[in-house]
């Protein structure tokens, strides 16, 4: 069944395409698949982010963004756990969070600083230094750490890895990374004398 059947049986009433089979080839890498789902889903996915942002722009990101995601994602998708509309629509939506927590931090960030530069003029050359000197310290104490423990932290504080994905990147079992990550940080705080 071709794109378009597919969308007219969708649109029309008919027997619902099968959302679920779709992603399954789109893990596959089948483009065309891929197709159908956008066709299927971006609707509803810019519905989501619409609501959620209130504005059309950054909805329009944030559903673009959503839809790469379900592209990469797709072979996480599993059937037993929910139906595949669901699944797109969970992306959409941690999307749609994740950009509406940046921005809320971006404002407050500004805010900071905004309150922090009047208390005080803004000498550029002395922060570089200062980020450059804090910089050389968090790497000798990443150093320090065992070969495990720091590619653990690099993949999950730096990479943005959750412990699953770094377990399965450093072919460990995801217990022991997450025991590594925490003695690291431990290792870590002591290391900067942080409190």
């Given at each position: 069944?071709?794109?378009?059947?597919?969308?007219?049986?969708?649109?029309?009433?008919?027997?619902?395409?099968?959302?679920?089979?779709?992603l399954?080839?789109?893990?596959?890498?089948?483009?065309?698949?891929?197709?159908?789902?956008?066709?299927?889903?971006?609707?509803?996915?810019?519905?989501?982010?619409?609501?959620?942002?209130?504005?059309?722009?950054?909805?329009?990101?944030?559903?673009?963004e959503?839809?790469?995601?379900?592209?990469?994602?797709?072979?996480?998708?599993?059937?037993?756990?929910?139906?595949?509309?669901?699944w797109?629509?969970?992306?959409?939506?941690?999307?749609?969070?994740?950009?509406?927590?940046?921005?809320?931090?971006?404002?407050?960030?500004?805010?900071?600083?905004?309150?922090?530069?009047?208390?005080?003029?803004?000498?550029?050359?002395?922060?570089?230094?200062?980020?450059?000197?804090?910089?050389?310290r968090?790497?000798?104490?990443?150093?320090?750490?065992?070969?495990?423990?720091?590619?653990?932290?690099?993949?999950?504080?730096?990479?943005?890895?959750?412990?699953?994905?770094?377990?399965?990147?450093?072919?460990?079992?995801?217990?022991?990374?997450?025991?590594?990550?925490?003695?690291?940080?431990?290792?870590?705080?002591?290391?900067?004398g942080?409190?």
């Amino acid at each position: 069944m071709g794109k378009r059947a597919s969308l007219s049986a969708h649109e029309g009433g008919g027997a619902e395409p099968d959302l679920a089979g779709l992603l399954l080839r789109v893990a596959t890498g089948d483009e065309a698949a891929f197709a159908e789902v956008y066709d299927l889903m971006a609707g509803a996915v810019l519905g989501l982010a619409v609501r959620m942002m209130r504005d059309r722009a950054q909805a329009e990101e944030v559903a673009q963004e959503a839809l790469v995601d379900v592209w990469r994602r797709a072979a996480h998708y599993s059937p037993e756990r929910g139906s595949a509309r669901a699944w797109v629509l969970t992306i959409a939506h941690r999307r749609a969070v994740d950009r509406i927590r940046s921005e809320y931090a971006a404002e407050h960030r500004e805010d900071r600083a905004g309150r922090l530069e009047e208390r005080r003029p803004f000498d550029a050359v002395s922060e570089s230094a200062l980020a450059n000197l804090e910089h050389e310290r968090v790497r000798g104490c990443l150093s320090a750490l065992t070969e495990l423990q720091r590619e653990s932290i690099v993949l999950a504080y730096y990479n943005g890895y959750t412990y699953v994905e770094a377990a399965r990147v450093l072919r460990t079992p995801a217990g022991t990374v997450k025991t590594r990550i925490r003695d690291g940080l431990i290792r870590l705080r002591d290391c900067l004398g942080v409190a």
